[in-house]
């Protein structure tokens, strides 16, 4: 297939970046780099004013009729090339041509193009779009020649594809002069992109690749990252000191990203695409606890104090939690009893049975507890009992066994005594049987007394 284009000498062109983008004009060698590519990738765009970076990352984008060259710093020999490829994205016409700028001194070429493109190979690639590998295998055709004596257009432009190495063992003829040129000593310069003059078309290139290394058009070899959340400082709005709570803002942005030409690099744009407040609710840093103001202790209730009937000592109210455990409960001692948070500020009457013995009338404490002291002359097995002092009602009751005080003797036991019918056993006593022995022993002395007082008298 044949496909005429027109390859234009290297001029003076401006780099254009894709979005409208000027970047400034270019020097008149064709070679000077394009200003928006950093020196280390030595890339230059001429041509009709049509190449330039793609803003989203995608690598060059080339117009009609536009160039984009690399020189080599160390020119090879055509004959030692290898490892030539490129990648073309998203073309609107004929996919732009790879072409090898060289030089031959020695056969009067001072400057010539040879050019691969995929339409023009066996079987045919692209022709749009594709990864190209492997061209130095490939059919290439030679753009016009230069000469330096004699000088200008040695060698009209021939379309005809041919093998690589026939550039530099097969011997061609220049039409000017008719001297052979190319030969062994042609060496490879530079390399160039170029989309034809022939259709308005732009293309794509991210990378090319030349003797095996890759040159790639994108920011850290990366197509454009998705936008990115970035997170702003929290402000927390002044409150006053009486105020427990407050709130705190920050803003929520998302940003673009934009290539960073003096690095390389994807960085945030300047501005971001949207920024959203986000609020919360916080503990105020100010805020000072008030101090809580006292309470007056209730006056205890004007009802006077009295012992409950036993039968209120109920199953039901039976507590295991009044005297906690662990704590010995000693004759003439304090007692610490619980009955309860749920009666703190209340005034409960304390009671010992038996025969009731009143220890007193309390304010229970935030604790739930009150402190009460055990009489000195009570020993022996007891029912601590408490009772509501405004009601009279039980509120809980348990069983205590009260030690008598080191080196004293405790009575009261019997006064004292828990009744049978509400244990079984006597408070301080002895198991019924052992009364039962005792009275019969007591009526057989009584009976013996009688009989000897009768016999004095006889």
Known sequence: MFRPRRILAATAAAAVL?????APAVAANQYDQNPGIPASHAWGATGAAR???????????LGQNSDVIHVLANPVLLSSVWGLGYEVLDSTGWAPSLQLIVTDPDNNVRDARLVWEPYQQNPVQGPNNGTFTGLEGGRWWHANVWGSNPSGNILPQNQTPRDLKDFWSAGITATTGGQAIFGA?????????????????????????INGTRHDFRP???AKPAPATVLGDWTVQP???????????????VFDHVIDFSTWTWVHAATPLTTTPETETVANPAWVE????????????????AAPPVADLTTELRSGTLVPAGQNVTA?????????THLAGTWVDVFLFSDPVFLGRFLVAADGTVDVKVPATLAGDHRLTVADAATGEVVAWTEVAIAAAPGTTATGGAANAVPRGATGWAEGG??????????LAGLAVVSLGTLVVRRVRA
Request: glycine share 12%; net charge negative; proline share 11%.
């Open 18 to 22: 894709s979005v409208g983008a000027v």
């Open 51 to 61: 190449a330039g970076l793609d803003q989203d990352g995608r690598g060059f984008v």
């Open 185 to 209: 000593n042609t060496k490879v310069v530079g390399i160039a992109l170029r989309q034809g003059s022939t259709t308005n078309a732009t293309s794509v290139v991210p990378w090319v690749t």
């Open 220 to 222: 850290g070899g990366t």
């Open 239 to 253: 409150a006053p000191s009486t105020e427990r709570e407050t709130t705190r803002t920050r803003d929520v942005m």
């Open 290 to 305: 008030p101090t809580p103001e006292p309470q007056p202790t209730p006056a205890p209730p004007a009802r006077e104090a």
């Open 332 to 340: 003439g001692a304090g007692l610490n009893v619980y009955v309860g």
């Open 430 to 439: 002895v198991e019924p049987l052992h009364v039962a022995l005792a009275t």
